[in-house]
Every structure is written in C-alpha cells, then in structure tokens.
C-alpha cells in the first residue's frame, strides 16, 4: 500500500496528459469527416478502449493530412 503512494505524485501528471489527449481525440473525430484510415466508430472505439495509446494511435495513424 505504501508503494502506492510514493509513486503517485509519478501518475498523477501523466493520467491528467492522457485524459487531455484522449478528450482532444473525442473532439476531432466528432468534429471532422475524414479519415486516413476506418471510420468514425473505429477511431472512438480505439481511443476510449485502448486509453493509454489510443489517442496517440489516431493522432499518428487517423487523422486525416489537411487539417
């Protein structure tokens, strides 16, 4: 239990940086089109199941090159 706490002040800024970018993902695939590859359920599937990488996967596979 006390290993818990000593490294939470660690996990701490990095949950707050992946629930930033997995909110930044939700609202680009909402709000665009297109996409380099699937669709929009595949990307919002990928981004709110596979949390930790999901958005960095659509931010370098799926977002789309003209925006």
């Known amino acids: 239990m006390n290993t818990i706490f000593e490294i939470l ?3 701490v800024p ?3 940086i992946d629930i930033a970018l997995a909110v930044a993902a939700v609202r680009h695939i909402l709000r665009h089109p ?3 590859f699937g669709n929009k359920t595949m990307w919002l599937v990928i981004v709110v199941v ?3 990488f999901g ?3 659509y931010f370098v596979f799926g977002k ?3 925006e």
Do not use: Q
């Open 50 to 52: 596979l949390l930790l």
């Open 64 to 66: 789309g090159e003209n």
């Open 14 to 16: 990095v949950l707050l």
């Open 55 to 57: 958005p960095i996967i």
């Open 34 to 36: 297109r996409y380099r």
């Open 9 to 11: 002040p660690l996990l």
